[in-house]
């Protein structure tokens, strides 16, 4: 099956058991792929529905950039602070501290995206399990 790149693929789901699929590592990378979620549960209001869609297509899209970042901020800014105080000024003590630098970039900006990845995993599990109770709460 060929999709055109404007065209999102969807994953429906229509049972506690897809819901259950969904939370594990494999149903996750799966829903990425296809890129969207969509609720198709008989009995569930589409009100509901839409608004647990919505927070499980959020929580599927976050890529852990914010969090990237931030952790890149603060690693360039600690980095900073001590090569200011630790105040060598030789050309090897410069390129030494231009080194600490890029790697203090490099790794905060690295663990933040982890960390943002998992708080949207947790995140995201979260919001099947309340979905999955929900359903349970109709039966």
């Known amino acids: 099956m060929k999709v055109s790149k404007k065209s999102k ?3 429906s ?20 792929r296809h890129g969207q979620v969509k609720l198709r549960i008989p009995g569930l209001g589409e009100r509901e529905a839409n608004s647990f869609e ?21 690693a360039l800014a600690l980095a900073v602070i001590y090569q200011l105080f630790r105040g ?3 050309v090897r003590g410069i390129i030494t501290g231009a080194v600490t630098l890029i790697l203090a970039a490099v790794a905060g900006g690295a663990i933040g995206k982890m960390i943002g990845l998992a708080i949207a995993n947790v ?9 999955k109770t929900r359903l349970a709460g109709m039966g």
């Open 9 to 11: 693929l969807i994953k």
């Open 13 to 32: 789901i229509a049972s506690v058991r897809d819901i259950e699929s969904l939370m594990t590592y494999k149903g996750i990378v799966e829903a990425h």
């Open 54 to 74: 919505t927070t499980l297509n959020k929580h599927l899209s976050e890529c852990g950039c914010l969090m990237g970042k931030i952790f890149l901020l603060g």
């Open 88 to 90: 060598n000024t030789s």
């Open 123 to 131: 995140k995201f599990r979260k919001t099947c399990t309340a979905l």
